[in-house]
């Protein structure tokens, strides 16, 4: 890498409303390179449009986990993309397809931009956060490890809460308070958080962990709708097998 190579990263956030889905997209200002974090599948279109329009170009195509509640937009983006990668955290998706399986605690890099992979189970055993530091700004993108004041159920797809409470306050919780929370879903509107805050006003993870676990086992919630198509499509990178 060019260390005279001073990176200004442009950062776009973007919102799926079916699903309320966040798509993140990061993109090296010199380079052109870019990533996209949790694309959905009816909105790649969308996505490859702003990508062309800004002069860009998709090298990577990143799912914080196996997602229940939409279809991955990664397959569609590789066919409209040959530069593209798709890519997951290795631990936990052993059963799963993607380019690149990234281990926990190393990290892709496009132009100046250095993703790291952290392996955060407990909604699903294969989640991770990713971790960027960027133009003086600490970026956490947690998928459904913590939600804006909440975080993602844990009764399915080998989820745990015991795992997912150790997750937070191993390696979330333990960011510096600045650190910005970017999650895949929000339900009311809230597009961002920060490390102290939720170390603050999450009412989930704020309680001792017996407390947490006795909360997501009393959830009762119903399964995602497209549960039963999203996870068998996801475990293959959102493409159908002809």
């Not at 990577?60 to 939409?70: E, F, G, L, R």
């Not at 003086?136 to 015991?162: E, M, N, P, W």
């Not at 805050?197 to 009393?218: G, H, S, V, W, Y």
Request: charged share 20%; net charge negative.
């Amino acid at each position: 890498r060019d260390i005279n190579h001073i990176t200004t990263m442009l950062f776009r956030q973007l919102y799926d409303r079916e699903s309320c889905t966040y798509t993140y997209l990061l993109a090296d200002e010199k380079t052109h390179e870019a990533c996209l974090i949790d694309p959905v599948l009816e909105l790649a279109d969308r996505d490859d449009t702003l990508l062309r329009e800004l002069g860009l170009t998709l090298v990577y195509a990143i799912n914080t986990h196996v997602h229940a509640d939409h279809v991955t937009g990664s397959g569609v983006l590789k066919t409209k993309w040959p530069s593209c990668k798709s890519a997951l955290g290795a631990t936990g998706n052993e059963a799963a397809k993607a380019d690149m399986k990234v281990p926990s605690g190393d990290s892709l890099t496009f132009g100046a931009i250095n993703i790291k992979f952290t392996s955060t189970p407990g909604h699903t055993n294969g989640c991770h956060s990713l971790m960027v530091s960027q133009d003086g700004v600490d970026y956490v993108f947690t998928g459904d490890t913590v939600l804006i004041r909440g975080c993602g159920r844990t009764d399915f797809q080998q989820g745990s809460a015991k795992e997912l409470y150790k997750s937070v306050h191993e390696h979330i919780f333990t960011l510096p308070d600045a650190t910005r929370i970017y999650p895949a879903h929000d339900y009311k509107g809230r597009t961002m958080s920060t490390v102290g805050e939720e170390k603050q006003f999450n009412a989930r993870l704020t309680k001792t962990e017996p407390e947490f676990i006795d909360i997501m086992a009393n959830l009762n919630l119903a399964n995602p709708a497209k549960i039963d198509i999203a996870v068998p499509l996801n475990l293959v990178c959102g493409i159908h097998s002809e």
